[in-house]
Nanobody, 122 residues
C-alpha cells in the first residue's frame, strides 16, 4: 500500500490550499482515509477522516467549518480542501489509512504516507 500526499506549499493567512493523497496497492473499500498534521515542536494531531464507501466525514474542532475532506473513488484519491488558513495551520500534513474514521481519529492507522509541508504566513 502506498499513500502519496501532495499539494502543500506557502500561502498567506486567509488563503486556501488543496492537499491530495493518491492511493495505490490496495482498495480502501469498507475502510477509511484521513489526514493528520504535525507542527514543529508539537505532537501529531488528527485533522479529518472520511469513509471510502459512503464519504462520511469527521473533523477535529479546529478544522470544522474551514476544511473539507473528500474522495474520488474512480481516481483513488483523497483530498483536503483547506480554506481560511491561519498561521497555526502550518505543519507537515500526512495522509493515513485505517479500518474506520473512528480508528483513524484514535490514531489507529494502518498505513501512513509521506508528508507534505503547509506553511501559512501572517
Amino acid at each position: 500500500v502506498q499513500l502519496q500526499a501532495s499539494g502543500g506549499g506557502l500561502v498567506q493567512a486567509g488563503g486556501s490550499l488543496r492537499l491530495s493523497c493518491a492511493t495505490s496497492g490496495r482498495t480502501f473499500i469498507n475502510r477509511a482515509l484521513g489526514w493528520f498534521r504535525q507542527a514543529p515542536g508539537k505532537e501529531r494531531e488528527f485533522v479529518a477522516a472520511i469513509t471510502w464507501n459512503l464519504g462520511t466525514a469527521i473533523y477535529t474542532r479546529s478544522a470544522k467549518g474551514r476544511f473539507t475532506i473528500s474522495r474520488d473513488i474512480a481516481k483513488r484519491m483523497v483530498y483536503l480542501h483547506m480554506n481560511s488558513l491561519k498561521p497555526e495551520d502550518t505543519a507537515v500534513y500526512y495522509c493515513a489509512g485505517g479500518r474506520s474514521t473512528d480508528d483513524i481519529e484514535s490514531d489507529g492507522v494502518d498505513y501512513w504516507g509521506k508528508g507534505t509541508q503547509v506553511t501559512v504566513s501572517s
